[in-house]
């Protein structure tokens, strides 16, 4: 820790010197002259070149930008799936979280409404494939009242 502040307090230090020095160093160098037409040229060829800069910066934060939310999202479906599996290893060692889901499950009317619907099917089809034509349906709807 401490020598990243010190690395920081030299760099800071080293560049305000260069920052103060420059221009004391460079004033010894004769300056170039430019007429006033190739001045508007100039100008005009600066200003073109910084918006290409611009233009490829935003081009590549653009590009940055879906790529990380690619790896994201790819991310993301893997923790889902590893949860999931998690949950599913979970239910298989502990029986009372198990239960527990269920009857929150089951609270609601619609997904109580659905498993009827199952279990009158599949009573249906023991019945059909168990049953010969003697056979009555007093165990399927004592079964059926049970559930009820």
């Known amino acids: 820790m401490l020598k990243k502040i010190t690395y920081t ?3 800071l230090i080293a560049g305000f010197v260069g ?10 160098f004769e300056g170039a002259t430019i007429e006033s037409q190739d001045a508007v040229s ?12 611009f233009v490829a910066a935003t081009v590549i934060l653009t590009v ?3 790529v990380f939310t690619h790896q994201f999202s790819n991310s993301k479906k893997m923790q889902v799936v590893e949860l ?6 979970d239910f298989k060692a502990n029986g009372n979280r198990s239960i527990d889901l269920i009857n929150e499950i089951m609270k609601n009317p619609d997904v109580v409404r659905h498993v009827g619907i ?11 494939d168990s049953c010969s034509t003697e056979c009555d349906d007093e165990n399927a709807k004592n079964l059926k009242s049970s559930l009820s």
């Not at 920052?19 to 010894?28: H, K, R, T």
């Not at 999931?84 to 290893?89: G, L, P, R, S, T």
């Not at 199952?118 to 059909?128: A, D, G, P, W, Y």
Request: with cysteine; glycine share 4%.
């Open 118 to 128: 199952k279990i009158e099917e599949r009573i249906k089809t023991e019945n059909t």
């Open 84 to 89: 999931f599996d998690q949950i599913k290893e």
């Open 19 to 28: 920052g103060a020095l420059c221009p004391w160093i460079f004033c010894w």
């Open 42 to 53: 100039i100008a005009n060829t600066y200003i073109v070149f910084t918006t290409i800069i």
């Open 64 to 66: 940055m930008g879906f």
């Open 9 to 11: 307090i030299i760099s």
